[in-house]
């Protein structure tokens, strides 16, 4: 999305700090139909990738946990397991919420309900937030992307728990931007803001080991408060400490029945000496957190030259939005990395940037003292922050009329490919392989017909 912004006229009703007038509530309620209609077509496509898109064994051990509760009734004291070190995280979450749909509907299917529920409550909260925030944007280009970019369709639609973090993410991003004051909108009230930073820290510390990096985010973010707001900031407290105790209350009982050491389910060792070269993790880092917004499209069509070959050949109607989505795949995160350096016309943009910055910095520290070297899925709780800043990248360019036919052009795309990814791993690679043991499992409330829980094998946890 480079190049002159000044060639265009700009469109008459551009909109930047202000917000546009107030509409009627007759022309609201015209739009419902339309919005209706939008989710109704966003599930559909979900649920379709939900039961045809890529199935492994590590949706399946995540699913077993909640299968294994529903069963046995024994309670999911710990939840995913952490292969590299044979640990499981401490907490009922994730049980809960794969096994709870099965008590309200005992069909297979009922878990993957609930995650694109989640996730699309979300991510309609962070396409809310952006509109709001940055009212220049056309409503129907930040919907649309939010929705059919990569990282949100796709990362969201299995029971796989980062697939469960983004819900937690978007909360603690939007309270970040609503309770920090160098970044406040007045959106939302910072009470709730800074309650939702505490409810969505406290959900995704029991369901992925990337929380610690939003450590030092949050305590800016409250410590800022309470800087420049002094005694009248004790709401902006009590609320994050309110938000922080129902996801909480989950991991109560495990350190209550495990003690402190054996209820951290040996996670305490995906935590290493010092190793890797600091410049070389920083720049994977950076190329990660700007393809979180952009259409990473050699990523999702295959792991290798000949996958990806294989992707076009069984489905050739899908290359020319494959062409498009390609150029793309390369020219947006150039331009967001580019577009980091220059100006913008928002008073909060310098805090934005730095916000960014910094946490990729915390994220690259943190990947030389994990097991794991760095991977995008390991800091997926930073794919709100990398939205948020791509949308005060893409402000300017998308009052212009030509760069609005380009995002449609690149959403069209994104639709048709999300489209061809129903066809490519279906059924030999799909929740289809494992349906029939499920709903046998079910039937007999017996979840070993489905599998064996991995911690059996290790000795360990749930």
Not at 381 to 388: C, H, K
Not at 401 to 408: E, F, K, L, P, S
């Given at each position: 999305?480079a190049?002159?912004?000044h060639r265009?006229?700009?469109?008459?009703d551009?909109?930047?700090d202000?917000r546009r007038?107030s509409?009627p509530w007759?022309e609201?309620l015209?739009r419902?139909p339309?919005i209706?209609?939008f989710?109704?077509?966003?599930?559909l496509?979900?649920?379709?990738?939900?039961v045809r898109?890529?199935?492994?064994e590590?949706?399946r051990q995540i699913?077993?946990?909640?299968l294994?509760?529903f069963?046995?009734?024994?309670?999911?004291?710990?939840?995913?397991?952490v292969?590299?070190?044979q640990?499981?995280?401490?907490?009922?979450l994730?049980g809960?919420?794969?096994?709870?749909?099965?008590?309200?509907?005992?069909i297979?299917?009922?878990p993957?309900v609930?995650?694109?529920?989640?996730s699309?409550?979300?991510?309609g909260l962070?396409?809310?937030y952006?509109?709001?925030?940055?009212?220049?944007?056309p409503?129907w280009?930040v919907w649309?992307?939010?929705?059919?970019?990569p990282?949100?369709?796709?990362?969201?639609?299995?029971t796989m728990?980062p697939?469960?973090?983004?819900f937690?993410?978007v909360?603690?991003w939007?309270g970040?931007?609503?309770?920090?004051?160098?970044?406040r909108?007045?959106?939302?009230?910072?009470?709730l803001a800074?309650?939702?930073?505490?409810?969505?820290?406290l959900?995704i510390m029991?369901l992925?080991l990337?929380?610690?990096?939003?450590?030092p985010?949050?305590?800016?973010?409250?410590?800022?408060?309470?800087?420049v707001q002094?005694?009248?900031?004790?709401p902006?407290l009590?609320?994050f400490?309110?938000g922080?105790?129902l996801?909480a209350a989950?991991?109560?009982?495990?350190f209550?029945?495990?003690g402190?050491?054996?209820?951290?389910?040996?996670t305490?060792?995906?935590v290493v000496t010092l190793?890797?070269?600091v410049?070389?993790?920083?720049?994977?880092?950076?190329?990660r957190?700007?393809?979180?917004?952009?259409y990473?499209?050699?990523?999702?069509?295959?792991?290798?030259?000949?996958?990806?070959?294989e992707?076009y050949?069984?489905?050739?109607w899908?290359i020319?939005?494959?062409?498009?989505?390609?150029?793309?795949s390369?020219?947006q995160?150039?331009?967001?990395?580019?577009e980091g350096?220059?100006?913008k016309?928002?008073a909060?943009?310098?805090?934005v940037?730095?916000?960014?910055?910094?946490?990729?910095?915390i994220?690259?520290l943190?990947?030389l003292?994990?097991?794991k070297?760095?991977?995008?899925?390991a800091?997926y709780?930073?794919?709100?922050?990398?939205?948020?800043y791509s949308?005060y990248v893409?402000?300017?360019y998308l009052?212009r009329?030509?760069?609005?036919?380009?995002?449609?052009v690149?959403?069209?795309?994104a639709?048709?490919?999300?489209v061809?990814?129903?066809?490519?791993?279906h059924?030999?690679?799909?929740f289809?392989v494992d349906r029939d043991?499920v709903?046998?499992a079910?039937?007999a409330k017996?979840?070993?017909?489905l599998g064996?829980?991995?911690s059996t094998v290790w000795?360990c946890?749930?």
């Open positions: 999305m190049g002159d912004l265009d006229e700009p469109i008459t551009r909109v930047t202000q007038p509409t007759s609201r015209f419902w339309w209706a209609a989710f109704l077509a966003a599930f496509l979900r649920m379709a990738l939900s898109y890529y199935w492994d590590d949706a699913y077993l946990l909640g294994k509760w069963t046995t009734g024994a309670w999911p004291y710990f939840g995913p397991d292969v590299y070190t640990s499981q995280i401490p907490g009922a994730q809960i919420l794969v096994g709870g749909p099965l008590f309200l509907a005992p297979p299917e009922a993957l609930l995650v694109n529920l989640l699309m409550g979300a991510l962070l396409a809310w952006v509109c709001r925030r940055l009212p220049g944007l409503v280009i649309s992307w939010i929705f059919l970019a990282w949100a369709l796709f990362r969201t639609v299995r728990n697939d469960y973090v983004l937690g993410a909360l603690v939007i970040v931007f609503e309770t920090a004051p160098a970044l909108r007045r959106i939302l009230p910072q009470a800074a309650a939702m930073m505490g409810f969505g820290l959900w029991q992925h990337s929380w610690p990096v939003l450590v985010v949050l305590a800016w973010a409250l410590g800022r408060a309470v800087w002094g005694r009248q900031a004790w902006v009590a609320g400490v309110a922080a105790t996801p989950l991991l109560v009982p495990t209550a029945v495990h402190l050491s054996q209820g951290l389910g040996g305490e060792g995906n190793s890797g070269n410049v070389t993790v920083f720049l994977s880092v950076v190329g957190f700007v393809s979180f917004a952009s990473e499209l050699p990523y999702w069509t295959g792991g290798g030259t000949f996958g990806r070959w992707f050949r069984h489905l050739p899908a020319p939005a494959g062409a498009v989505l390609l150029v793309m390369f020219l995160p150039a331009v967001l990395i580019i350096f220059r100006t016309p928002h909060e943009w310098p805090t940037r730095a916000l960014a910055l910094a946490v990729v910095i994220v690259s943190a990947f003292f994990s097991v070297g760095p991977s995008s899925h800091f709780l930073a794919f709100p922050l990398a939205v948020i949308m893409w402000e300017p009052t009329v030509r760069w609005r036919r380009v995002a449609a690149t959403i069209l795309a639709g048709l490919m999300s061809a990814h129903l066809f490519e791993h059924p030999s690679r799909s289809a043991a709903a046998r079910i039937a017996d979840y070993r017909m064996e829980r991995r000795g946890c749930y």
